[in-house]
């Protein structure tokens, strides 16, 4: 099947530090990626869908200057998460789908662990 | 906006058992899909389940959906401890207008499974 990589897979950081999460499609060209926050023992709640060369769609609630996304190629797109504060840690997760929507299945990363100190 | 329910939230079995878990959902579906996520790590894709769809299978894994009670399914059969694991469903719900490639996809909120040795 189709690869995604994310990295970092974990990171501590001081509150008031931005934190950019990479999440890159290896072996196919991801049109869209989506961006995902899950906390612990709970399902994932999409945080924006992301398109190559525009700008993000984000989710009722979530803040567009607080979770900066970019998706420059087909093959890369990165979450940063600006001024970070404790209330933002979490497990974040990105997925992708690739050209002409495949059949539908989504390709996800390992996750990126986000530890605001 | 989650609308799947998956039930039961946790199952725990021993080896060989068969696991069946459920997932509701609330609108009418292109597909329905359902995943696992080992703890810590991304989600993995394990089958998709159109609506002009049945049943499907795929190894050890046996999909149903019945669209007239908007539910759906996964048994696994000679459950083995590396089955541990969370399990999500997930709705490619209708209708997405002119959402082309950026359909998302609506979550149930797991079964966690505890395959005992």
């Known amino acids: 099947g189709a690869v995604v990589s994310q990295h970092p897979s974990r990171v501590i950081c001081k509150s008031g530090t931005s934190v950019k999460i990479e999440c890159r499609s290896l072996?196919?060209?991801?049109?869209?990626m989506f961006w995902y926050r899950q906390f612990p023992k709970q399902s994932l709640m999409l945080m924006a869908t992301?398109?190559?060369?525009?700008?993000?769609?984000?989710e009722q609630g979530v803040e567009k200057d607080k979770f900066l996304i970019n998706h420059a190629s087909l093959t890369l797109s990165t979450l940063t998460v600006t001024s970070a504060h404790p209330e933002d840690s979490s497990f974040y997760i990105c997925?992708?789908?690739?050209?002409?929507?495949?059949?539908?299945?989504?390709?996800f990363g390992e996750g990126s662990r986000l530890t605001v100190l | 906006s989650q609308q799947g329910e998956e039930d039961p939230q946790a199952l725990s079995i021993q080896e060989g058992e068969n696991a069946t878990m459920n997932c509701s959902y609330k609108?009418?579906?292109?597909?329905l899909q359902w995943y696992r996520q080992n703890s810590g790590r991304g989600l993995v894709h394990l089958i998709l389940?159109?609506?002009n769809e049945r049943e499907k299978h795929s190894g050890r894994l046996r999909v149903t959906l019945d669209t007239s009670k908007k539910s759906s399914s996964l048994l696994i059969t000679a459950s083995r401890a590396a089955d541990t694991a969370s399990y999500f469903c997930?709705?490619?719900?209708?209708?997405?207008?002119?959402?082309?490639?950026?359909?998302?996809?609506?979550w149930g909120l797991g079964t966690s499974l505890a395959v005992n040795p």
């Open positions: 992301s398109n190559e060369g525009s700008k993000a769609t984000y």
């Open positions: 389940i159109r609506s």
């Open positions: 609108t009418s579906i292109n597909n």
């Open positions: 072996d196919f060209q991801a049109t869209t």
């Open positions: 997930a709705t490619d719900s209708l209708p997405q207008v002119n959402a082309g490639n950026n359909r998302k996809l609506i």
């Open positions: 997925s992708a789908k690739g050209l002409a929507g495949g059949t539908g299945e989504l390709f």
